[in-house]
């Protein structure tokens, strides 16, 4: 097998993990999102703890967390990072335990072309004419959504922001996925301690053994898909790795509608195909860029 194709192997294990993510924390309904979220970023801490021992890469993240303590700039922006990683998990977290995990999987399929937006305003980076036309489509998509429903889709702009605003502070960032998983974990760990033991209503053995299971495994289901991708980005160009990426809101939604009955009316499926079509032309955008380039 080429290494190509080893990547492409990896990159769809990351995103069909990902999009089949939904059912793990709908099996945690009973637990309030505040707490999944915090026991998360505990049980991260301590998998990526676990990982930089056991695959004997712990010289490695030393070194690359002792360059980052000693550039305080390059630390603020990770803090930064970290915050809005944590507003990007709650939300999801929140929005499949509360019926919206429809919106959730929008959400990530606009995503990408949030990230474009925020290219040109905040980079001044120039756009083609089929990035301006998925950019356009797209908020017609959501103006669409907004007419018909008579509110703003909060969850997927939700994601799609904080995500974006995510890619935006941690670009130029030179740190290892592993590694900064574990920093953004670390870094918001006092936080979700401070909530679980002074704020939290309720303990972890309030929980049932089942839901202890799967809180307890919940850092290395947040850990392997993250480094699944780190592999895949290894072997394979990255644009063959964003054409893939739409597996997962399409997993996403196939399982809040297959799976969790959730329901799209008529007005959300117009605006959900205005932005299918946007994302139809930015990856037929993508894909003749790729060929011009190879």
């Known amino acids: 097998m080429t290494r190509k194709n080893q990547g492409l192997l990896f990159g769809l294990a990351t995103y069909i993990q990902w999009g089949f993510l939904s059912l793990f924390w709908k099996l945690l309904s009973g637990v309030s999102a505040y707490n999944t979220f915090s026991w998360r970023i505990v049980f991260t801490v301590v998998t990526m703890l676990v990982y930089a021992l056991v695959a004997k890469q712990n010289a490695r993240f030393k070194d690359e967390l002792v360059e980052l303590w000693q550039d305080k700039k390059v630390l603020l922006r990770m803090l930064l990072a970290s915050f809005l990683i944590a507003a990007n998990w709650l939300i999801y977290i929140y929005a499949v335990g509360h019926g919206l995990a429809t919106q959730a999987s929008l959400g990530y399929y606009i995503m990408p072309i949030v990230s474009i937006l925020f290219a040109l305003i905040f980079l001044r980076e120039s756009l083609s004419r089929t990035m301006w036309a998925a950019v356009v489509l797209a908020f017609i998509g959501v103006l669409v959504l907004v007419v018909n429903t008579g509110k703003l889709p909060m969850v997927s702009l939700g994601l799609a922001l904080s995500f974006g605003f995510y890619g935006l502070i941690k670009k130029g960032v030179r740190l290892s996925s592993d590694v900064a ?94 932005i299918w079509i946007a994302i139809l032309v930015f990856v037929t955008g993508q894909i003749v860029t790729f060929r011009r380039s190879s």
């Open 181 to 274: 998983m574990l920093v953004e974990s670390g870094l918001l760990l006092p936080f979700v301690v401070i909530y679980l033991i002074f704020f939290s209503p309720e303990s972890f053995s309030s929980y049932s053994i089942m839901e202890m299971f799967l809180l307890a495994i919940s850092g290395v289901v947040t850990a392997v898909p993250l480094l699944c991708f780190s592999e895949a980005v290894k072997r394979a160009p990255l644009n063959l790795i964003g054409f893939i990426q739409y597996l997962n809101p399409t997993i996403q939604l196939l399982v809040a509608i297959l799976i969790f009955g959730e329901t799209v009316s008529f007005g959300e499926l117009k605006g959900f195909l205005f």
